[in-house]
Nanobody, 123 residues
Framework: QVQLVESGGGLVQAGGSLRLSCAAS????????MAWFRQAPGKQRALVAA???????KYADSVKGRFIVSRDSNNYTLYLQMNTLKPEDTAVYYC?????????????????WGQGTQVTVSS
């Protein structure tokens, strides 16, 4: 069973930083790729960043140069370092495991989601 638990969200002022963590079960972490998505009120869930086991990464255009995705195989954790945060980054952030890079993006695994962590950026 895939288990994912996000943490690290909170309230931060614009220009600040946060680091999100996604603690994964060993089974989840050994899947091909993992990713962060986010969903703002009234909007669809959208890809933020993804990383595969080879270390290849993909980012949404809106976060390139500000966010860094990484994975630590020693403690089965996926990270998202978020810098220079903007109010439009406000959303619930979700972790996904077991998807695949395809078509220039990341196709999420349908049953491998965490519960989400709220990020709120004030202006």
């Amino acid at each position: 069973q895939v288990q994912l638990v996000e943490s690290g969200g909170g309230l931060v002022q614009a220009g600040g930083s946060l680091r999100l963590s996604c603690a994964a079960s060993a089974r989840a972490f050994k899947l091909n790729a993992m990713a962060w998505f986010r969903q703002a009120p009234g909007k669809q869930r959208a890809l933020v960043a993804a990383v595969d086991r080879a270390g290849r990464t993909k980012y949404a255009d809106s976060v390139k140069g500000r966010f860094i995705v990484s994975r630590d195989s020693n403690n089965y954790t996926l990270y998202l370092q978020m810098n220079t945060l903007k109010p439009e980054d406000t959303a619930v952030y979700y972790c996904n495991a077991g998807g695949a890079f395809a078509g220039g993006g990341y196709i999420p695994a349908s049953r491998s989601w965490g519960q989400g962590t709220q990020v709120t950026v004030s202006s």
